[in-house]
């Protein structure tokens, strides 16, 4: 915590209309031979890349800011044309600088034609949104009091459909949550937040799988910029389905997004989480998931960099 309050410093914008600024950039990666690419006891080989172009925005509003982040990814296989998918996100986030009260807002949308699980293992067409208001009160210069209501939805086009189970019937679902707790800014760059979580997640066409939340789980938050960037979290959960005939889940739960730069060429980055997660199927319609990947990549010279993936 002590070395994240060495102050970063920011490149400058490589455009800027106005006060608003463009961080464009263009990524090929993941090129290479797929040595199975449908995952099944059948191996099929295929050569494969995908193209990422990204536009990040940052528009100041005095001691405020409001920044967007849009991505595409463009992928494409040589042979199997069935597997190429193109996906995209958009993002927004509000925040208020000053002042004792600090309001701040986030929006989010998600259209993906990607592998939807650790059970769901092909590329069907999805789209989720989140969307989450909420207010800081500071207590002290280090304290404040902090909630917020979010609202997410995820939905499955209706032509989708494994082994004879439509999607969208299954999993088309929305969920409304509140929070409230307490958030300890440590540094500049580093905060806690202690915070109860409660969901509501219903189900269009499947009430079998509705459910109530409760979550603890403190987040730690590195902002951008920092020398390590990303949040984790880790607590506890009770997961109750409304239908006695599905058990509830009472335990540990984690989700991190973590990455840190060395010397400015190696850059590590690590996901995991450990939670329930939903299943197409409706005989077993809930299950817990566990997994993790690390990412290293190397820049070995210009625009190119050789990465290294375990999980």
Excluded: C
Excluded at 63 to 80: A, C, I, P, V
Excluded at 154 to 166: D, N, Y
Excluded at 221 to 243: M, N, V, W
């Amino acid at each position: 915590a002590v070395t994240q309050a060495v102050e970063a410093t920011r490149p400058d914008p490589p455009f800027q209309v106005g006060p608003l600024q463009l961080f464009p950039t263009l990524t090929l990666r993941d090129i290479g031979l797929d040595s199975n690419v449908y995952n099944g006891r059948v191996q099929r080989e295929d050569f494969t890349y995908t193209v990422s172009p990204t536009l990040r925005t940052v528009l100041p509003i005095g001691e405020s800011g409001l920044s967007t982040r849009s991505t595409l990814d463009f992928r494409y296989f040589q042979t199997f044309k069935d597997q190429q998918s193109t996906s995209g996100s958009l993002n927004a986030q509000l925040d208020i600088g000053s002042g004792r009260v600090r309001p701040f807002g986030t929006a989010g949308v998600v259209r993906s034609h990607e592998r939807g699980g650790y059970d769901l293992d092909r590329r069907a067409f999805s789209m989720a949104s989140q969307a989450r208001v909420g207010a800081r009160v500071a207590l002290t210069p280090v304290t404040s009091f902090t909630g917020w209501v979010v609202r997410e939805t995820t939905s499955f086009e209706r032509g989708e459909v494994v082994e004879g189970v439509s999607l969208s019937q299954q999993l088309n679902r929305a969920s409304r949550g509140t929070a409230t707790g307490l958030r300890f800014d440590l540094t500049p760059f580093t905060s806690i937040t202690s915070a109860i979580e409660i969901d509501k997640i219903r189900f269009a066409h499947a009430p079998l799988r509705d459910a109530n939340s409760f979550r603890f789980a403190p987040i730690v938050q590195f902002t951008k910029g920092a020398i390590i960037e990303g949040e984790a979290s880790a607590g506890f959960r009770d997961f109750r389905p409304l239908d006695p005939r599905l058990a509830p889940y009472r335990g540990f739960v984690a989700s991190v997004k973590m990455g840190f730069t060395l010397l400015n060429v190696t850059r590590v980055e690590a996901q995991a989480g450990h939670d329930v997660q939903f299943s197409y199927d409706d005989t077993q319609p809930l299950y817990l998931g566990a997994g993790g990947t690390v990412t290293v990549a190397q820049r070995v010279g210009g625009p190119f960099e050789a990465i290294v993936i375990g999980g």
